[in-house]
């Protein structure tokens, strides 16, 4: 039986700041919690695209596999499925909706699908908080990167002018 984690955020950040983070993802290793292995084909987000990264303290290197499923520009969504480690599969739907120049909000759905028989079931058990906290770190994370940029962005010609 699956698992559905849906938060969202509002972003004190135009919109075309968090869609620029999302569709590059051979940046993401300075977004979210994974280091990224390689981006097949390189470039920007594309259907048919794979993320390979992995993620885990230290010695423990939990590989990840992203594969990009839609990626909608004109509606700032983007839709993939991640393999985790043990057989555990999500899939994935990020859309950005802007409220106004400087604002936007992100939805994150997950769904968990776990694998059959008492494996799946130990999973769930054992990835219990994570089911949301997981999700709701990544939103976080890219809350924060988005906004910091956005203060890079909206202070370089605030500090332009004061040199002139």
């Given at each position: 039986?699956?698992?559905?984690?849906?938060?969202?955020?509002?972003?004190?950040?135009?919109?075309?700041?968090v869609?620029?983070?999302?569709?590059?993802?051979?940046g993401?290793?300075?977004?979210?919690d994974?280091?990224?292995?390689?981006?097949d084909?390189?470039?920007?987000?594309?259907?048919?695209?794979?993320?390979?990264?992995?993620?885990g303290?230290?010695i423990?290197?939990?590989?990840?596999?992203?594969?990009?499923?839609?990626i909608?520009?004109?509606?700032?969504?983007?839709?993939?499925?991640?393999?985790?480690?043990?057989?555990?599969?999500v899939?994935?739907?990020?859309?950005?909706?802007?409220?106004?120049?400087?604002?936007?909000?992100?939805?994150?759905?997950?769904?968990?699908?776990?694998?059959?028989?008492w494996?799946?079931?130990?999973?769930?058990?054992?990835?219990?908080?994570?089911?949301?906290?997981?999700?709701?770190?990544?939103?976080?994370?890219?809350?924060?990167?988005?906004?910091?940029?956005?203060?890079?962005?909206?202070?370089?010609p605030?500090?332009?002018?004061?040199?002139?």
């Open positions: 039986m699956p698992y559905t984690s849906c938060p969202s955020a509002v972003v004190d950040a135009p919109v075309d700041i869609w620029a983070l999302l569709v590059a993802p051979a993401w290793q300075s977004v979210f994974m280091r990224v292995i390689g981006v084909p390189p470039g920007p987000a594309a259907a048919g695209q794979e993320v390979r990264g992995e993620t303290p230290g423990l290197h939990l590989k990840l596999t992203f594969r990009m499923m839609e909608d520009p004109d509606r700032y969504r983007l839709r993939f499925c991640v393999n985790l480690p043990f057989g555990l599969m899939h994935e739907d990020m859309q950005c909706t802007p409220l106004d120049g400087v604002h936007c909000r992100v939805s994150y759905n997950c769904n968990f699908h776990f694998p059959p028989s494996r799946g079931a130990l999973l769930r058990v054992l990835l219990k908080r994570r089911l949301d906290s997981g999700p709701e770190d990544s939103l976080s994370r890219l809350k924060r990167a988005a906004e910091r940029r956005f203060a890079v962005e909206k202070g370089a605030q500090m332009l002018a004061e040199r002139c």
